[in-house]
């Protein structure tokens, strides 16, 4: 599987961004899929979730400020971000689930990972 991610760069704080991945040999309709991020020193925090029929989840700290959403026809997810913080910035993956119908945000869960695409959120 060959993942593409891109999106991540630096930002000021208040603005905005939009993380998007594909990858080959999976369809990101057929399973869930997540977005995730880590900062040094920190366990890989689960940010928001879409599974196969379009249920949606977030991580508290991201409700009204992050949206997920999936092009089916395209294969790509996106992560649109909004409001960045300095405490947003951090190495963030997609990630697919063969649970399709799994909501949720462990890790665990999640058996595809892409390389991660950078954020960082300073003035």
């Known amino acids: 599987v060959q993942w593409f991610e891109s999106g991540g760069g630096l930002v000021q704080p208040g603005g905005s961004l939009r993380l998007s991945c594909t990858a080959s040999?999976?369809?990101?309709?057929?399973?869930?899929m997540g977005w995730f991020r880590q900062s040094p020193g920190q366990e890989r925090e689960g940010v928001a979730n879409?599974?196969?029929?379009?249920?949606?989840d977030y991580a508290d700290s991201v409700k009204g400020r992050f949206t997920i959403s999936r092009d089916n026809a395209k294969n790509v997810l996106y992560l649109q971000m909004n409001d960045l913080q300095p405490e947003n910035a951090a190495l963030y993956f997609c990630?697919?689930?063969?649970?399709?119908?799994?909501?949720?945000?462990?890790?665990?869960?999640?058996?595809?990972w892409g390389q991660g695409t950078q954020v960082t959120v300073s003035s």
């Open positions: 990630a697919a689930s063969d649970l399709m119908l799994y909501r949720g945000l462990k890790a665990s869960a999640y058996s595809h």
């Open positions: 040999e999976i369809l990101f309709r057929e399973n869930a």
């Open positions: 879409i599974n196969s029929v379009g249920n949606i």
